[in-house]
């Protein structure tokens, strides 16, 4: 079992930065690949990125390139994902995700185990 607590969301002004992390618990962290997703009111639960638990590849959803950034720092049993250029459309509620295998959240968009989520607002 794996427990996961993300914190770092907030009100944020368009164009501004907001830093999310996701603190894990449990089974070895550093054996699980990490993701982030995101739900919009009124709409599904959409993959945002992953990270791999060995070498550090990535992934993203193309409205996020260039402008977030996943990473982990396997010490801290710990996932963060940077946001820059914000923008109102990303305005969701962000839930960290773990998997055992990196697939299920590059490619397959799902996950072994959630987050309870933390709120990105940001204004226009």
């Known amino acids: 079992q794996v427990q996961l607590l993300e914190s770092g969301g907030g009100l944020v002004q368009a164009g501004g930065s907001l830093r999310l992390s996701c603190a894990a618990s449990?089974?070895?962290?550093?054996?699980?690949?990490m993701g982030w997703f995101r739900q919009a009111p009124g709409k599904e639960r959409e993959f945002v990125a992953a990270?791999?638990?060995?070498?550090?590849?990535?992934a993203y959803t193309d409205s996020v390139k260039g402008r977030f950034t996943i990473s982990r720092d396997n010490a801290k049993n710990t996932v963060y994902l940077q946001m820059n250029s914000l923008k109102p459309e990303d305005t969701a509620g962000y839930y960290c995700?773990?998997?055992?295998?990196?697939?299920?959240?590059?490619?397959?968009?799902?996950?072994?185990?959630w987050g309870q989520g933390t709120q990105v607002t940001v204004s226009s």
């Open positions: 995700a773990a998997a055992s295998a990196y697939r299920t959240l590059a490619l397959d968009h799902r996950a072994d185990y």
């Open positions: 449990g089974r070895t962290f550093g054996s699980y690949a």
């Open positions: 990270i791999s638990y060995a070498n550090g590849v990535t």
